[in-house]
């Protein structure tokens, strides 16, 4: 089988395990072939626990970038767009994938904007706005439930999170398109989170779900739309994907926490990238 090459349009944050410094891996290691287009240089990430971090935008050395790769001839059987640092950045995206993605290339957005109901440090509502219009040129989604919140309108759910509170937000979101949904950070119980998903031309929602372990583990939704990419991007089912990605989230929260990694770099997910590469061969039936 052909090796898919897949372009990864993330910031880079140098210190800390996420964003690109997982995806990279992950996505090699699921067997594709990688390329990457940062949208940013920070010395960490964002988040609590870091102050006075380094910030360098590099939106202005982009259309160089991708006038290079188009003097080339580049094209890309894969597209995951990950962290945009502002709105000019959403905007370029639309022609990007124009220009750069293969007829058959499959795109997947992960629409980073905020967690625990509020946007993150920087972001507005214009970059809500200009989110929502990137939405229509992705084939799948990967927002978490905040994300989804502020794509849609509706006010953020109580935790934990009925099926009821999920499924009007999936409805809504899938109300106009024509993709697949992937809804991350569901909360089922105090013991179990996982994902709601719905595939492309479909109303049913599914779930899938794991153990969950109590605190804050910066870089999760990196490693989660990961994993579902490189499994979708080998052209494994939407179910099976989200099965094997909350196995692994599940996995290295544990190990992360058993070696006493401090969470706030991100967490160990070398160990079990073994446990992905095995997933992959498995033969089922979805």
Avoid at 11 to 35: F, G, Q, T
Wanted: hydrophobic share 40%; proline share 4%.
């Amino acid at each position: 089988m052909k090796q898919p090459r897949i372009l990864v349009i993330q910031d880079i944050s140098a210190s800390c395990r996420i964003s690109m410094n997982v995806a990279v891996p992950i996505l090699s290691c699921l067997e594709n072939w990688v390329s990457i287009l940062p949208t940013a240089l920070l010395s960490t990430h964002t988040g609590k626990g870091f102050e006075e971090y380094t910030f360098l935008d590099l939106s202005t050395e982009i259309p160089a970038i991708l006038n290079h790769w188009h003097s080339l001839g580049i094209k890309f059987d894969g597209i995951v767009i990950g962290y945009l640092g502002s709105v000019e950045q959403i905007k370029l995206m639309k022609s990007l994938i124009t220009k750069f993605a293969t007829e058959e290339a499959l795109i997947i957005l992960d629409p980073v904007m905020g967690d625990h109901g509020q946007l993150y440090p920087g972001y507005t509502q214009e970059h809500v706005e200009a989110m929502r219009e990137l939405c229509q040129f992705a084939d799948v989604l990967i927002p978490n439930v905040t994300e989804a919140c502020l794509l849609t309108g509706i006010p953020y759910p109580e935790k934990p999170h009925t099926k009821e509170s999920i499924k009007a937000i999936i409805e809504q979101l899938t109300k106009n398109a024509k993709q697949s949904m992937i809804l991350s950070g569901v909360i089922q119980d105090e013991s179990k989170v996982g994902t709601a998903f719905v595939a492309k031309g479909s109303t049913e929602v599914s779930y899938a779900f794991s153990k969950a372990y109590p605190g804050h583990f910066d870089g999760v939704g990196d490693l989660f739309t990961s994993v579902i990419a490189g499994f979708l991007f080998q052209n494994k089912g939407l179910k099976r994907a989200n099965e094997v990605a909350v196995n692994y989230i599940s996995r290295v929260v544990k190990r992360t926490i058993e070696e006493q990694i401090n969470p706030l770099y991100g967490i160990a997910f070398e160990k079990d990238l073994m446990y992905l590469m095995k997933e992959l061969k498995k033969e089922t039936l979805d």
